[in-house]
């Protein structure tokens, strides 16, 4: 069955570091469309960032770009987020999800069928 595994979440001060980690199982993770989304209390769940099945590249949300980088092992069948200079605005529920689509629009707008429980990482001092 497919199951996707978030970990890696936490606390973390202003301008720390995390790496997520999305484990997945079920599936071939080469051939699918890998998101990593966001939910904050009291805000709707937003896209942070998405690498799409083979060579089809990658999208950030916002201006995540230049401090978020996502990645693939597609031999460990894990995707990671690598989130760095935190700040609390990004506290939230971190979800990836699959998407078995491809293409050359942003993958952020792809429609997600299978989601991960979530991971929680807040940004504190």
């Known amino acids: 069955q497919v199951q996707l595994v978030e970990s890696g979440g936490g606390l973390v001060q202003p301008g720390g570091s995390l790496r997520l980690s999305c484990a997945v199982a079920?599936?071939?993770?080469?051939?699918?469309?890998i998101g990593w989304f966001r939910q904050a209390p009291g805000k709707e769940r937003e896209g942070v960032s998405c690498?799409?099945?083979?060579?089809?590249?990658?999208s950030y949300g916002g201006s995540l770009l230049g401090r978020f980088t996502i990645s693939r092992d597609n031999a460990q069948n894990t995707v990671y987020l690598q989130m760095n200079s935190l700040e609390p605005e990004d506290t939230g529920v971190y979800y990836c999800?699959?998407?078995?689509?491809?293409?050359?629009?942003?993958?952020?707008?792809?429609?997600?069928?299978?989601w991960g429980q979530g991971t929680q990482v807040t940004v504190s001092s």
């Open positions: 999800a699959r998407s078995g689509t491809t293409g050359w629009t942003s993958c952020l707008n792809f429609e997600y069928e299978y």
């Open positions: 079920g599936f071939t993770l080469e051939d699918y469309t």
């Open positions: 690498i799409q099945a083979h060579y089809y590249g990658t």
